[in-house]
């Protein structure tokens, strides 16, 4: 795991302060400096890279395979009701949705919520990367195929205190996959549409200023390669700037120049080219486990 100064012009690399993980490490969530990380190998890790503070449990293997599927969206959030960290995760199997929370005496995931009986596209949109952990408003949002129209997709939510679930309306864009991540605190999606035969693509960046209420275009840009997938991450320091994470058919970073409107390569010395995954990170002293 890599740490990019807030220059994006060096990297720092971490040393994870627990034993090596057989497989693929993955983040499932990050809240006030703590990241929780999981790994093929069943273990589930909370760490502040900050204070280095960790507290590392290995999963009993019903538990792991939850935690291995690919149908699985997680957060890591803070309930302001009990006062606690809690890490959940939404799990689509076989037409149902399970909502599962970590639970530290059990040492395992415990369902606290069901939807039954729903679309297979629900289930399947959870394997998608088209939607990151979106928590906002104590909500947790991803998209699924708008009903009868496969071309459309629309935003369903579930309210993790008071298990309400239900829906939110999205830009309408026919024949274009959208995406939906968490940018500055507000509900974000993004839309890639081919233009000119192919030679040339146009993205639209939307955000939901007021939770609930109309969507307001942010920026448009242009770009000649083939990016289906787009996830703003954070602005600059002076926020003339976006930083974007690209995916497909290969994973980049770019500072979009909001005035200029033009794209700017990031090039971090020593940051790997395989594939990769991006997340907000804060720095913060905060003690997960007070």
Known sequence: MVFPDPNLRQVR????????????????????GTLALGSQDGNLDFWNPTTNQCYSTSLAPDHTRALNRISTRSVLYHDTCSNQYKLVQAVGVGGICEFQSYNLEANGFTTFHTLPDIDDHVCHSLRSRRTLSCF???????????SGD??????VALHLETLECYKLPLVQYRYCEPTLVVFGGLLCATFSNCRDGGTRYDIDVWVMKEYGGEWTRLFNLITPEPHKYVYPIAYSKNRDKVLLHFFSPWDSLEWYHLKQEKLIPVNIPGAP?????????????VNYQS
């Open 13 to 32: 690399p971490r040393f994870f302060p627990f034993k090596p993980r057989k497989g693929f490490t993955f983040p499932l969530g990050s809240c006030h």
């Open 273 to 285: 080219q395989y594939p990769f995954q991006a997340i907000l990170f804060l720095p913060s002293l």
């Open 150 to 155: 496969g071309f459309r997709s629309e935003i």
């Open 136 to 146: 906002v408003n104590g909500a947790l949002h991803w998209l699924v195929p708008r």
